[in-house]
């Protein structure tokens, strides 16, 4: 048997199909999104890490009556992080590199962010940052 249907009826599966199709498509373009931010938080943190290696192995040797120490310079901690961060092709800035012990350099980078594609579901742009903290060779 079959039931007859009525002509209000017709096409409600086309706007069920069009609504699901356009959530769909809302849902992976924030997906990407955030995947994007993600991966260019990873980037970020990687060069802070890089960028306080070098400034930590940036150091001076000292000999006194105590002995043989590596000194820190904050003029040289600088110099260093900036070598590494103009080495890499972004827009990233070097917000300070500063020593909190006199052995190990804390280096901060900021960058900022935007959405790889259009999604009003997304934020324009972020402002990113990494903190990283390396010790020298010899303490």
């Known amino acids: 048997m079959r039931r007859r249907t009525s002509g209000t009826e ?19 373009l924030v997906c990407v999104c955030a995947t994007d931010l993600y991966l260019a938080q990873k980037r970020l943190d990687a060069l802070a890490d890089s960028a306080a290696a070098a400034a930590a192995d ?26 590494i961060i103009d080495a890499v092709e972004s827009d990233a ?26 999604s009003p579901f997304v934020p324009d742009g972020v402002a990113l940052e990494a903190t990283a903290t390396s010790r020298t060779a010899l303490q």
């Open 10 to 28: 017709d096409g409600s599966i086309l706007l069920l199909t069009l609504g699901y199709v356009l959530l769909a498509f809302a849902i992976v």
């Open 58 to 83: 940036g150091f001076m040797l000292v000999a006194d009556e105590d002995g043989v120490r590596a000194e820190l310079d904050d003029h040289d901690m600088h110099e260093q992080a900036r070598g």
């Open 93 to 118: 800035s070097l917000v300070d590199a500063w020593t909190p012990d006199g052995v190990s350099v804390r280096v901060t980078v900021t960058a900022p962010w935007h959405p790889p594609v259009f």
